[in-house]
């Protein structure tokens, strides 16, 4: 079913978004849009432009201040003038009639659409004294069409959600209140009941009222009241009548629900009334509940409202909806948000909602085509087609993007890992490089050996050319999962005097080196980066074999070991930590005599990565152990950064390069 929706929002010249190819262009979905990114990135523009195309209503004047004209860095000029464009797509018949002579009509013959141009302009005043600033909405390609009225403006209106909301005040009574603006227009609070007749008072059921009947009933009773009529008499007599005329006599009337038409009656009324969420089990608003509950609240009374009327443009704009919310809190307002723009309203439309969030917790709740990743002042839609991933990756995404891999929405770099051990050794190497992930904004995501190249494609873009490149580098990391020669055996997949099985016709899943005659491991390498390379996005391949073999082959073999042998020992150690030292010792000991009884390199990291393979040593916490062990030795000096980069491979310092920064000094 068509349904007028924002379908594009774009900025020129306001704030921190240029022109040109530094303009903003945002895709918007019909249903619901999530602005994520880190800080800076420009969700509050974005928002904030909306406010000023549209209006919101609350009826909150967003005033244009010299700050909002893009100031160019690049040669210390502001901009004389801002353009925001709203396109409407999805035109409904009614719409159509409605902006009949602001539509617009594609070139290749599409329905169509209706497009909103603000434009505001920097004026001097007459003489140079001061500047100000002048606003003019129009339609059509470029703002060449009609000026646009403020009657149709009235009809493109969104309800806007600031960030910390103080929802305990917009749901109080008062002057104004938001509370009354949401009740005194749901069709409920206007339709249901009848007026007061003071003529057909017997048997008169109050609940049969309507709210301003019952309003009239109730100044019915006060008049009536012994007390209202005493003080009215004592106010007339002692009090008005010495100060009146006799041609004009002064009298008071005392009246609970004020004068005038109904609507303002209404809304008086209405202003009386406050709403709070019950704490549990209470249902008679005597104990009320804190601030994030009463944000929900507030939510869900605006949602009432868009989701009740017949008329207008249901567009909702929600900063931070994790303001004041506990994770499980947003989960469930994330899939509520999510479900009711499914709904449609009685007059066939369907509420669009764009949000913007901090929250990895949000973020692994949307689906991921709802997401728009906001990065260095741009905006990528994350919908099929905008993205190198494939229609069978989306559904993988939406069972496994969990909060911890969400954080790659908020990244200044990624690294991509497929087990607990790098996982938990990747942040500590680079730490101990002078490359702390966190200080470079760096998230670490583990998908624990599934969907390696899915997580990287997020990231990438269909159409480069034409999107850009998001600028956030992704380092993949895995393994080569091709063993030595001489593995087989000592890792127990073979057994002792066991010929190696021919590759024609085995079912063996496990590879050695002579599988791949002539350049077959470059050509394999290749193939593994091919999963997931290209643009901001490079993996890196284990130079030998698994990370455990390649951090013992590469120089580390004796400490690989003493973290297995720790790890074999962890239940006793947790028992009795004062023989950590004697633990380690012994631990050196066999590693020694190991190590003077092989012949080459090879054969030693076969043993080594043996305790894992053949033994079940845990490399989790053979990882825990090896991270303590690494940074102990460096904090003593045992170990130098520079000597622990000599000792690490390749690959790794490569990884860890490509997030953050190019490792300085010779070795």
């Known amino acids: 079913m068509s349904r007028m929706f924002l ?3 774009e900025i020129s010249n306001f704030r921190h978004f240029g022109e040109g190819a530094n303009a ?4 918007l979905n019909n249903g619901i849009t999530a602005l994520v990114g880190e800080n800076d990135a420009g969700k509050t523009a974005i928002v904030d432009a909306i406010r000023m195309v549209l209006g919101t209503r609350d009826q909150e004047y967003l005033r244009v201040q010299p700050s909002d004209f893009h100031f160019s860095v690049a040669n210390g000029t502001r901009a004389e003038q801002i353009r925001m464009c709203c396109t409407f797509s999805g035109l409904t018949p009614s719409d159509r009639g409605a902006f009949v002579e ?5 070139a290749d013959g599409g329905p169509p659409i209706f497009q909103v141009n603000w434009i505001a302009k920097r004026q001097e005043a007459p003489g140079g004294s001061r500047r100000y600033n002048l606003t003019e909405w129009r339609s059509g390609v470029d703002g060449e069409g009609p000026v646009i009225d403020q009657g149709a403006r009235a009809l493109l209106t969104a309800t806007y959600l600031r960030p910390l ?15 009354a603006q949401i009740l005194q227009n749901t069709r409920e609070i206007t339709s249901e009941g009848a007026p007061f007749d003071k003529d057909a008072l017997e048997g008169l059921d109050p609940k049969n009222l ?37 041609t004009d006599k002064l009298t008071a009337h005392i009246s609970v629900n ?3 038409e109904d609507s303002v009656r209404l809304r008086q009324v209405l202003e009386k009334l406050d709403v709070i969420a019950n704490a549990p089990g209470v249902t008679d608003g005597s104990l009320g509940r804190g601030l994030g509950s009463n944000n929900i609240l507030f939510m869900a009374c605006e949602l009432l409202l868009l989701a009740g009327e017949e008329d207008g443009f249901p567009l909702l704009i929600i900063e931070e909806p994790e303001a004041h919310l506990h994770p499980q809190r947003q989960l ?15 007059d066939g439309q369907k509420i669009q909602i764009i949000v913007t969030t901090h929250s990895p917790n949000l973020a692994s709740e949307i689906s991921l085509q709802n997401i728009s990743l906001l990065k260095d002042r741009k905006a990528f839609l994350l919908a099929k087609g905008k993205t190198l991933l494939t229609d069978s990756d989306y559904p993988f995404l939406e069972r496994y993007l969990d909060v911890t891999k969400s954080n790659l929405f908020f990244a200044r770099g990624v690294i991509v890992v497929e087990g607990p051990a790098e996982n938990i050794l990747v942040p500590t190497l680079a730490d101990l490089l002078g490359r702390n992930l966190e200080t470079y904004g760096v998230s670490l995501i583990d998908v624990k050996g599934t969907g390696l190249g899915r997580f990287a494609r997020i990231l990438q873009r269909s159409d480069p050319e034409t999107d850009g490149e998001i600028g956030i580098p992704v380092s ?3 393994d080569m999962d091709v063993m030595p020669d001489c593995a087989p055996w000592l890792v127990g997949i073979l057994k002792e005097e066991e010929p190696f099985p021919p590759l024609q016709g085995s079912k063996r899943k496990w590879r050695a080196k002579r599988d791949f005659p002539g350049n077959g491991l470059a050509q394999r390498r290749l193939v593994i980066e091919g999963r997931a390379n290209g643009q901001r996005v490079r993996t890196f391949v284990a130079n030998e074999w698994t990370l455990e073999y390649d951090l013992a082959f590469s120089g580390l073999s004796e400490y690989v070991w003493i973290a297995a042998y720790l790890a074999e020992n962890d239940d006793a150690l947790l028992v009795a930590p004062d023989t950590f030292d004697a633990k380690v010792t012994q631990a050196k000991n066999e590693y020694s005599d190991i190590a003077g009884s092989v012949p080459s390199n090879e054969q030693l990291c076969s043993k080594v990565y043996a305790r894992f393979a053949k033994d079940g040593v845990s490399k989790a916490i053979s990882a825990q152990y090896l991270a303590s062990i690494l940074a102990d030795a460096v904090g003593k000096d045992d170990l130098t950064p520079a000597r622990l980069r000599a000792l690490l491979p390749p690959y790794l310092l490569a990884a860890i390069e490509h997030v953050t920064a190019p490792l300085e000094g010779a070795v």
């Open 7 to 9: 379908s594009k929002l």
């Open 24 to 27: 903003l262009v945002l895709e």
């Open 102 to 106: 602001h539509l617009s009509y594609p």
């Open 165 to 179: 909301r103080d929802a305990e005040r917009a749901l109080s009574a008062g002057r104004g209140s938001r509370l």
């Open 210 to 246: 309507s709210l301003l009947g019952l309003a009239d009933y109730t100044n019915h009773h006060f008049q009536e009241n012994e007390g209202i009529k005493k003080t009215k008499a004592r106010l007339d007599e002692d009090f008005l009548e010495p100060l009146s005329f006799v």
């Open 258 to 260: 004020g004068n005038g």
């Open 332 to 346: 469930r307002l994330m899939d509520f948000l999510q479900s009711q723009v499914e709904k449609v309203r009685p």
């Open 476 to 478: 993949c990391i895995t």
